[in-house]
């Protein structure tokens, strides 16, 4: 510094220590703010709460960076005195867990949940008495808080919440990664990757990178009887809960005692560690319908892939996929290679025409006359291969609801044990008709959904059926209380590879990996092996195939990867049965890898870039791994150990041939055996695009 700039900040620091001296003098110092803080059981993690200035605040540092600036909590209501400013911390008191619990089906079957909490309780100095409680919890891997509001004088009688002051300093040099919120396609969006100060509204997760390295992954867990959050841009950086309105504009009807779904910021030191946290089912409450073991987690085939490839249709137009005949050949195929589940699309009344806007039309018990439910039913039943029931609503729920205990009920009869339902619609456009005729519309992630979505759960599981909505309300692991909800959409998913111009980008799932997949598993629909259907001529002069661009942009072998990384209890094997038959070598994986694991953990990866898992199979000795890669071809050194030491193994490989690439090699593929320890190191070489997929089988 010069003598000059020394002069002048000497000057400035002894102006502004007398205008500090006299403001202070003419200032009634408000009473001291209170600060309480609780830290992680490995003492990295601490998150600091406050009242100051009269406000509710929380913050987060992570081995001493912070990595959650100061940020506002707070709720306000229609007709109310809320929680926004004069607010006092009166009470913080401390407790901590340790437990491990099962899951009866997952990546995982142990659990453990071990946080410190605090229950800090802040009252309202404004306005008539009361107090609100937010409850933090901290875990090893990040951060769980709610808020609590118990009744009271004050808030007696029907609650409206217009407002939550929840806040999330992130700052605006994390690099984050996103889908926009409150746009017509829900949740299927392109990732976008961006510096956190350009991400406009957004869904969550969304997943943030600290210069430091640090990441971080914003989303809420056991979402119940509220309206789902997406983040709201305040200033670069730093987000807001935003809330998904009722039509009428309320954003939740409650009443009290209520407690909001859990915040959650999962942090992690790098990229890998946010896969491998349990935080979102740590914070949900445990499974409430008690034996499960009705569900049986496996793959499946399905009359599916041939209507968005447009070699059949769902309604009657000369080409119906939903036929009992094919679906006794899919029954058959599945039966013989071991899948318990065959899906069946455009079984029912309603398809015809434009059946996108015309979900009243739908009947959900009954079906086209070429397709027999009772016998399909009692055929798969017989084949071990079960009729996977379809419901698709096209959004119009009232129609759905009015007929659900019956559908439920038919299904039940005929031995359905699982549900594909879909919200085809445009976000807000979720046709409610309310209590006095009138038609509304409403959000798929609004309470009106989040409601409905948990009631078709609850019927379900009295029937012993499990559920997978597509175009859903995204997972906030609420499959650890209802063990039959088994799977769901949420994002792009296989489907657009047939029509979506522009198809899923080579990073797509690379990103899904570590953004969409930490909500909860997926129904993803891997396993695509003609990876260009669009280039096949139309089947009729006046037919047209989507445009040949339109394809997976991916290598086989990465198609097989999938299976490993993008984790469901349910897989599609979503190719036809004759795309399978022509590469029977590739289809083995498929055949072998198992849908429920006895333990799963995350190797390597960078978000967007590539990841690899290793999962055991539950109930067997055999080791999986699944590793994939964006547009950029790299060879990634594998440490095998995860494997049990001192055992041999024969790992059968399927990786990218020699000179694969996802556009003009897909087909490239290398299989075969070796034996493996885990004191190896496995260097496994992918192609633009590419993949692996290893079993690995103790040797005799
Ligand atoms: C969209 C779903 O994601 C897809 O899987 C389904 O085939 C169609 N809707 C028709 O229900
Ligand atoms: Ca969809």
Redesign the pocket.
Known sequence: MSVTAQRFSKRSAAIFAVVLAVAQAIWIAPADAREETVASPSGEIVVSISDEGGRAAYSVTFRGEPVIAPSRLGLLFKDRHGFDRDLRLTNATPSNHDDTWEQPWGERRLVRDRHNELLATFAAENGPAREMSVRFRVFDDGVGFRYEVGKQKALKGAVDITNELTEFGVGDQATAWWIPSGEFN?Y?YVYHETPAGDVQDAHTPITFRQPSGVHLSIHEAALVDYSGMSLQSLRPGNFKASLSPWSDGVLVKTKTPFKTPWRTIQISPDAKGLLNSSLILNLNAPNTLGDVSWFEPGKYVGIWWAMHIRDRSWGRDGIHGATTEETKRYMDFAAEHGFNGVLVEGWNIGWDGDWFNNGALFSFTESYPDFDLDALGAYGAEKGANLIGHHETSGDVSNYEAQLSDALDLYERVGVRLIKS?Y?ADAGQIERIDDQGIKRYEWHDGQFMVRHHLHVVKEAAKRKIAINP??PVKDTGLRRTYPNWVSR?GA??M?FNAWGSPPNPPSHEAVLAFTRMLAGPMDFTPGIFDLEPNKRPPLREDMQRSDPSNRPQTTLAKQLALYVVLYSPIQMAADLPENYEKRMDAFQFIKDVPADWEESVALNGEVGDFVTFARKERGGEDWYLGALTNEDARTLDIPLDFLDGGKTYVAEIYRDGKDADWKHNPYAISIYKREVTSAETLRLPLASSGGAAIRFTPAE
């Open positions: 829900r299927e879909g085809v597509h175009e959409e792009r998913g489907e």
